[in-house]
């Protein structure tokens, strides 16, 4: 099966502008989570989406960060304006019903 | 809450001898899964083995096993026979089954392996 689909690998931007991130889980999977791994750290839990609803959202930034699912699939993460904290690899997941998570490769963003 | 300690940021080991990762989680649930995943440069989060809180036996897979005391709140990760491709951040991680199955990770342990 093929696995989880995460773009771009990189991203380098200046602090204060906008970046948007995109998952792509695997098929069939009704849930998918967007973790943030700073750096020396383990990943932290942004997101988890059941289908298109928000399941847990509770440490998201929402003053600066936005997710959305749009007809339960793909998946896109906003961070607008960014800040140089926000520096860090994005990983996206997908599970289906318990199932162990299947992760992405993540996207690593560097705020400068 | 659900926290995952890991007290060991760094181990090395010898190529073809065994190590033993250390992690604790601490939880008021009965029902849950104990996960650890290994994370090599590439950056993806790969499964290495699972163990579900219900049973005793402990979980094994080809050089990985673990020694999971629920009583202790304690699950470790021995490697027997170590590669080179074993070089990697190892994460242990906890889900609780029943709620919002989100996934908790330990801060890790950066795992070398020497020729």
């Known amino acids: 099966e093929a696995g989880v689909a995460q773009s771009p690998r990189y991203k380098i931007i200046e602090k204060r502008q906008s970046v948007a991130f995109w998952c792509n889980p695997i098929?069939?999977?009704?849930?998918l989570y967007w973790y943030q791994q700073i750096l020396g750290q383990g990943p932290k839990l942004l997101i988890q989406?059941?289908?298109?609803?928000?399941?847990?959202d509770s440490q998201l930034p929402k003053d600066r960060f936005s997710a959305e699912r749009l007809k339960g699939v793909d998946s896109t993460l906003k961070i607008q304006p960014a800040k140089l904290e926000d520096s860090a690899v994005y990983l996206c997941?997908?599970?289906?019903?318990?199932?162990?998570?299947?992760f992405g490769n993540g996207t690593r963003l560097t705020v400068t | 809450a659900q926290t995952v300690t890991q007290s060991q940021p760094e181990m090395s080991v010898q190529e073809a001898e065994t190590v033993t990762l250390s992690c604790t989680y601490d939880?008021?649930?009965?029902?849950?899964?104990l996960f650890w995943y290994k994370q090599p440069p590439s950056r993806q989060m790969i499964l290495v083995i699972r163990?579900?809180?219900?049973?005793?036996q402990n979980a094994t897979e080809n050089r990985f096993s673990v020694n999971f005391q629920k009583a202790a709140k304690s699950f470790s990760l021995k490697i027997s026979d170590s590669q080179l491709g074993d070089t990697a951040m190892y994460f242990c991680?906890?889900?609780?089954?029943?709620?919002?199955?989100?996934?908790?990770f330990g801060k890790g342990t950066k795992l070398t392996v020497n020729p």
């Open positions: 163990q579900e809180a219900y049973k005793q």
């Open positions: 989406f059941q289908n298109n609803g928000v399941v847990d």
């Open positions: 098929s069939g999977h009704a849930t």
């Open positions: 939880t008021s649930e009965n029902n849950y899964y």
């Open positions: 991680a906890f889900i609780f089954q029943g709620g919002s199955e989100k996934l908790v």
């Open positions: 997941a997908s599970s289906q019903d318990g199932s162990p998570l299947h």
